[in-house]
């Protein structure tokens, strides 16, 4: 949102597009039960998460990640975010990313 590289128009939009997607899939997320339907996945998974995520709450997201097996995971919690640390703390958030595909490329 601080991001110099974008006008109003393109900010506007991607809020206009966050609220598309949520009323799209809402109704069709909200049947899905993740801890029976996702038990195993073949690739690495990183979740982020903000402290103050009141949306998707943390302890629901380490739960989440300690019963999935898969063969590298990770939860990376950020302390001063609540739902979007991407853009509460978008430099570290930015940081994080490269440190992932830093890790996963090297192997």
Not at 40 to 57: E, H, N, R, S
Not at 77 to 106: M, R, Y
Request: proline share 4%; with cysteine.
């Amino acid at each position: 949102m601080v991001s110099t590289e974008y006008n109003f128009t393109h900010k506007l939009n991607y809020f206009k597009s966050c609220l598309s997607s949520a009323k799209t899939m809402y109704s069709q997320v909200m049947k899905i039960d993740f801890f029976k339907e996702l038990k195993q996945l073949d690739i690495p998974m990183f979740f982020i998460a903000g402290k103050y995520d009141y949306v998707t709450p943390t302890a629901l997201v380490e739960k989440f990640c300690d019963e999935l097996d898969a063969p590298q995971k990770k939860l990376i919690v950020f302390d001063n975010s609540g739902h979007l640390p991407q853009l509460e703390e978008h430099e570290q958030f930015a940081e994080i990313l490269i440190k992932i595909q830093s890790k996963l490329i090297s192997k």
